[in-house]
């Protein structure tokens, strides 16, 4: 079931689900595909030491990683209707290291009728385990 409704006020904040940046998932996501002799792919996702030739002290999440939290969350919010009449637009504000979590969240700023849909527009964000934002942004989202 949808949480947003033609009701929904503004103001109204939503939190997704807690994802934990494991190994697994930064190999499986920037690793590339298929897992094969040379899998991993080495990158500053997959490779500790790689991240520190490029001036990080460890790997991080890939920012794609945390797009697909909010595009979860969304779809959550708006159903699956959101992947072809929604929007987003993000920007990644500090680095996720491998074994945080991350909770994506959102909050309505406002309600715009076009003609007969209800659009709502949120404050997009994901935060770490520490409560701090990693990702900002903007979407929208259509109520029927």
Known sequence: MKPINMDTPVGSE????????????????????????????INIHTDEEFAKTCGLNERNAAGAMLEGYISELM??????EWLSMGSYKVKFIRTV???GNIV?????????????????ELYLWCENEYGDKVLTGVGSGRVS
């Open 14 to 41: 939503f939190t997704g689900h807690t994802k934990m940046v494991t190994s697994l998932s930064t190999w499986l996501f920037s690793g590339g595909w298929p897992p094969g002799d040379h899998w991993p792919a």
């Open 75 to 80: 779809v959550d919010m708006f159903g699956d």
């Open 97 to 99: 290291s491998v074994g």
């Open 104 to 120: 994506p969240k959102a909050k309505v700023v406002s309600r715009v009728q076009r003609d007969n849909d209800l659009i709502l």
